[in-house]
């Protein structure tokens, strides 16, 4: 027992030094990875099903393979165009769109990189994830973390799983961004600020 772990922690270890920048994975389970096996669309053929549908021109945020036990299986492509967000679904056996489901967000969030148009496409950050891991890609989507617009992409490839950040503007694989965090020592010295404003209004806070 305990040789068959130090040899699965050998090969995952080799994998993430022949894999560099790249994460490994372990979100699908192994029906997933068999209903995904048997796709016989890739992502990038579901997303330009997805575009012919909606428009060459809409902003595209995600598109994730989803299995279904009674009923077909589909990739699931999010974008955005005309002020609605679309949800689109194609069939992962032949490519035919299942159903679109397009409403107007219930809250714009506005950002410095919300207009901006990624110099990457999401077809090509695909196509590099792949050149780097091999296999097909079950889930991709776009991103901005700390001023860094990039896509991460999630491959399969015999059995391992692997996430894949692809930078936005020049297409070369980059660690994931991680979220900025909050410097402890400012929070506790805004909490006491408002501790002491409270004291001096006699121990009110406006509601």
């Known amino acids: 027992m305990k040789k068959s772990v130090k040899t699965f922690a050998a ?60 009923g077909k299986d589909y990739f699931r492509v999010e974008m955005f165009a005309g002020g609605q967000k679309h949800k689109v679904n194609v069939d992962a056996t032949n490519g035919e769109i299942l159903g679109v489901e397009s409403k107007m967000p219930k809250k714009v969030k506005v950002s410095p990189n919300a207009d901006a148009v990624p110099k990457v496409t999401f077809s090509q950050a695909m196509e590099t994830a792949l050149a780097k891991t091999g296999g097909k890609v079950t889930e991709a989507d776009f991103n901005v973390k700390n001023g860094t617009t990039f896509y991460k992409v999630e491959t399969l490839n015999n059995g391992q799983e692997f996430i894949v950040a692809v930078d936005a503007d020049n297409g070369q694989v980059i660690d994931m961004p991680r979220k900025a965090k909050k410097d402890k020592r400012h929070n506790h010295h805004e909490k006491h600020e408002r501790h002491e404003r409270s004291q001096n209004e006699g121990g009110f806070r406006p509601n």
């Open 11 to 70: 090969t995952l270890l080799a994998s993430v030094i022949a894999f560099g920048a790249v994460s490994v994975a372990n979100a699908m389970s192994p029906r997933e990875q068999e209903a995904f096996g048997k796709a016989q669309i890739s992502a990038a053929q579901a997303l330009s099903a997805a575009q012919n549908k909606i428009g060459t021109e809409a902003k595209v945020k995600e598109i994730e393979f989803n299995h279904v036990s009674y």
